[in-house]
């Protein structure tokens, strides 16, 4: 039955996905209106969020900032679903790639290179990545796995489009993975999303990001420092509807930071991008459900 039923949503949303993305932009504004105003999908938790990230704006700016997240999340659901019927050609012209030498750059010396990315702007299409520099031809991108049978089938075929050019894997098997692609001895790229909770058991680095004490997840650091890897990190941006550019970075680091100065480093970074454009971050996760607010 599930089967069945995931089937007939990949039929529906192939059939959306045909739709241009000025029409599915009027759909995602419909969609924004009965999300925000009608079922009020996790408005607790978003301005919560907010307040305690940004406790110098007033509250005409938190809910300004909150009803712009809505709507460039309802934006993001079906820029995600356009990627069932998208052309390389309007890809191009809506993610702009800077900085791809770096990459070819780094990858030419041999070192594996770890990519930092967030829950920021629309990241399952920064995929698109892969298909903008020559060298490394490897490239792996970790996913937390989708338990819901149905969204995990959907969600796998839209993420097709870039078998070509990436393995998608479950972030059980990173490690494992990553290993055996270091014993090739041929360089690649590892895009990690590293800004979700560790679980309760794994909180053992701990920093102040967005005025709140925040546990950070560490394994991508931990993997990349065992294979001797450059750390980077994919600052992106909305520069408008459906258009966004994708900017590799080395990863800036303090020397007096012994422990984890990749992952800090990281933080500080994706912080920077946050209070540019606060709207452009996933705010309806509960990122600090077992952590402390304001800190002394």
């Given at each position: 039955m599930k089967k069945?039923?995931?089937?007939?949503?990949?039929?529906?949303l192939c059939i959306v996905a045909l739709l241009p993305l000025r029409v599915l932009y009027v759909v995602s504004d419909a969609t924004y209106f009965l999300l925000y105003?009608?079922?009020?999908?996790?408005?607790?938790?978003?301005?919560?969020?907010?307040?305690?990230?940004?406790?110098?704006k007033t509250e005409a700016e938190i809910r300004s900032i909150e009803r712009k997240f809505y709507l460039h999340l309802c934006d993001c659901i079906y820029e995600t679903i356009k990627l069932l019927h998208i052309s390389d050609k309007e890809m191009r012209k809506r993610a702009v790639i800077v900085n791809a030498e770096l990459v070819e750059k780094i990858a030419a010396t041999g070192k594996p290179i770890i990519l930092f990315i967030a829950h920021y702007g629309n990241w399952e299409w920064v995929q698109e990545i892969t298909l903008r520099y020559k060298y490394p031809k490897t490239n792996v991108a970790v996913y937390k796995k989708i338990h819901n049978p149905i969204?995990?089938?959907?969600?796998?075929?839209?993420?097709?489009?870039?078998?070509?050019?990436?393995?998608?894997?479950?972030?059980?098997?990173?490690l494992?993975?990553?290993?055996?692609?270091?014993?090739?001895?041929?360089?690649?790229?590892?895009g990690l999303i590293a800004d979700q909770r560790?679980?309760?058991?794994?909180?053992?680095?701990?920093?102040?990001?967005l005025n709140q004490h925040?546990?950070?997840?560490?394994?991508?650091?931990d993997i990349g420092k065992r294979i001797g890897a450059h750390f980077l990190y994919?600052?992106?941006d909305k520069t408008r509807r459906g258009h966004y550019t994708m900017e590799f970075k080395d990863i800036s680091t303090d020397e007096s930071i012994e422990e984890y100065p990749y992952t800090i480093g990281y933080f500080r970074m994706l912080e920077q991008s946050i209070r540019r454009r606060p709207e452009l971050w996933l705010w309806s996760h509960k990122r600090w459900k077992y952590a402390v607010t304001n800190p002394q």
């Open positions: 069945m039923i995931s089937h007939i949503a990949l039929f529906c105003y009608i079922i009020r999908y996790r408005r607790k938790v978003v301005r919560t969020n907010l307040i305690n990230s940004f406790p110098e969204s995990a089938k959907v969600v796998e075929k839209m993420r097709l489009r870039y078998a070509s050019s990436c393995i998608i894997i479950p972030q059980a098997e990173t494992r993975t990553i290993l055996k692609l270091k014993q090739q001895g041929e360089p690649f790229v590892a560790p679980p309760r058991f794994h909180q053992k680095l701990w920093i102040t990001f925040t546990p950070l997840l560490t394994g991508g650091e994919l600052d992106v």
